[in-house]
C-alpha cells in the first residue's frame, strides 16, 4: 500500500511569488491535514479537507488556502511569500474519526528567499 | 481549547537504560491521545495511540505510554535504549469537540532524544 506522498520535496521561492504543494492520500483515506512545521513554532495545523469540504482552520493568514479534489488529492496553496513562510509542509491522511491515525508525507521544504 | 506540554526539551540516555518522555496535556472533551517519532528529514511516524481503551498503550519497537486521565499525563517509556532511537519525539492531542475536529491535531513542542553509547 503506498503511502502519502508529497510533491515537490524541495522548493525555492522568491518573497512575493505564490507556491502550490501537493499531497496524494493513502488509497481509501478521505481525511487530509495540512501542517506547517518550524524550528520557532512547531507543528501547527493549517487546515482539514474531508470530501472536497474543508472542515477546520487553523490560524493562519488568509494567504494561506487549500482544496481537495474528489480523488481526495489535496493542494495548497501560499499567495505573496513571505521570509517567515519557510517551513517542513507536512501532510497526513487518515480515515474518518478522531480515533483513525493520521498517516504523514515525508513534507515539502520550502525555502522563501 | 485542547493543548500539549511536554516537558523536557532534551532528554539524553545511555545505551541499555530506560527512556522516560513526559506529556501533559489540556484538553476540554474526551481526548485521544498520540505518540509521534520524527527522524532527521523524515516524516512522523506513529509509535502509540490512547482511544479509550485500555490505559496502558503498548506500541512499535518496545515503546508504551500510560494514560493517566487524574494527572492529564501520558508518558512514554521504553525499558532500555537503542542508538536508533535517537529521533525527535511528539507528543499529541485529537480533540472530540462535538465531532467536528476529528482532523486537527495539537503537537507538543517536541522531545530531542541522544542516546550515548
Known amino acids: 500500500k503506498a503511502g502519502v506522498t508529497q510533491t515537490p520535496r524541495y522548493l525555492i521561492k522568491t518573497r512575493g511569488q505564490q507556491v502550490t504543494l501537493s499531497c496524494s492520500p493513502i488509497?481509501?483515506?478521505?481525511?487530509v491535514s495540512w501542517y506547517q512545521q518550524t524550528p520557532g513554532q512547531g507543528l501547527q495545523f493549517l487546515f482539514e479537507?474531508?470530501?472536497?469540504?474543508?472542515?477546520n482552520k487553523g490560524n493562519f493568514p488568509g494567504r494561506f488556502s487549500g482544496r481537495q479534489f474528489s480523488n481526495s488529492r489535496s493542494e495548497m496553496n501560499v499567495s505573496t511569500l513571505e521570509l517567515g513562510d519557510s517551513a517542513l509542509y507536512l501532510c497526513a491522511s487518515s480515515l474518518f474519526g478522531r480515533e483513525a491515525e493520521a498517516f504523514f508525507g515525508q513534507g515539502t521544504r520550502l525555502t522563501v528567499v | 481549547a485542547q493543548s500539549v506540554t511536554q516537558l523536557d526539551s532534551h532528554v539524553s540516555v545511555s545505551e541499555g537504560t530506560p527512556v522516560l518522555l513526559r506529556c501533559n496535556y489540556s484538553s476540554s472533551y474526551s481526548p485521544s491521545l498520540f505518540w509521534y517519532v520524527q527522524h532527521p528529514n523524515k516524516g512522523l511516524q506513529l509509535l502509540l495511540k490512547y482511544t479509550s481503551a485500555a490505559t496502558l498503550v503498548k506500541g512499535i519497537n518496545g515503546f508504551e505510554a500510560e494514560f493517566k486521565k487524574s494527572e492529564t499525563s501520558f508518558h512514554l517509556t521504553k525499558p532500555s535504549a537503542h542508538m536508533s532511537d535517537a529521533a525527535e519525539y511528539f507528543c499529541?492531542?485529537?480533540?472530540?469537540?462535538?465531532?467536528?475536529?476529528?482532523?486537527?491535531?495539537?503537537f507538543g513542542q517536541g522531545t530531542i532524544l541522544t542516546v550515548h553509547p
Open positions: 479537507y474531508f470530501s472536497e469540504t474543508q472542515r
Open positions: 488509497s481509501g483515506h478521505r481525511s
Open positions: 499529541v492531542v485529537s480533540d472530540n469537540a462535538g465531532g467536528t475536529s476529528y482532523g486537527k491535531l495539537t
